[in-house]
């Protein structure tokens, strides 16, 4: 079983800094890793492409196209906050083994995001999803980035 690591969190979370500056989408960062190695950081960029530009799926996305398969079940995924049931179904698409979050979807509500009531666990239960999930790594921080979203940037809520 992999050992969350700060390191890769870190490099998620900055990437949803980043979104502070950039107003490209929410303040949401993914990260995915093969061999303790990282092959995609992505930041949501809804604002700039489209609805289903979350951290996760950019992550995906750049990951297949870097590793030329869509199949990534030697990667596990690192994201700010409890990937939404589109990302988690992605991540199940993808094949990825193991997720690994920080703050929760309700975090995310809670702040004003139009998200969907449904736990990846729940996703999980009823999908039978075999996707291994290891919740609230560094939520501290993940929530603080959330929380400093909602006073900042509140008018770019969607
Ligand atoms: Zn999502």
Known sequence: ????????????IEAAK??????????????????????????????????????????IREASKKLQTHILSDCIIYSTTEPCPMCFSAIHWAQIPLLVFGSRIEDAAAVGFNE??????????????????????????CLSVLRDW?????????
Do not use: W
């Open 150 to 158: 909602h006073v900042e940037k509140a008018d770019l809520l969607y």
């Open 1 to 12: 079983m992999h050992e969350p690591q700060s390191k890769f969190m870190n490099l998620a």
């Open 18 to 59: 980043k979104n502070f500056q950039k107003s490209a989408g929410g303040p949401f960062g993914a990260c995915i890793i093969r061999n303790n190695e990282v092959i995609s950081v992505a930041a949501n960029s809804v604002l700039i492409s489209d609805a289903t530009a979350h951290a996760e799926m950019n992550a």
């Open 116 to 141: 969907l009531s449904i736990s990846n666990q729940q996703v999980k239960t009823l999908g039978n999803s075999t996707v291994e999930i290891i919740a609230g790594f560094q939520s501290e921080e």
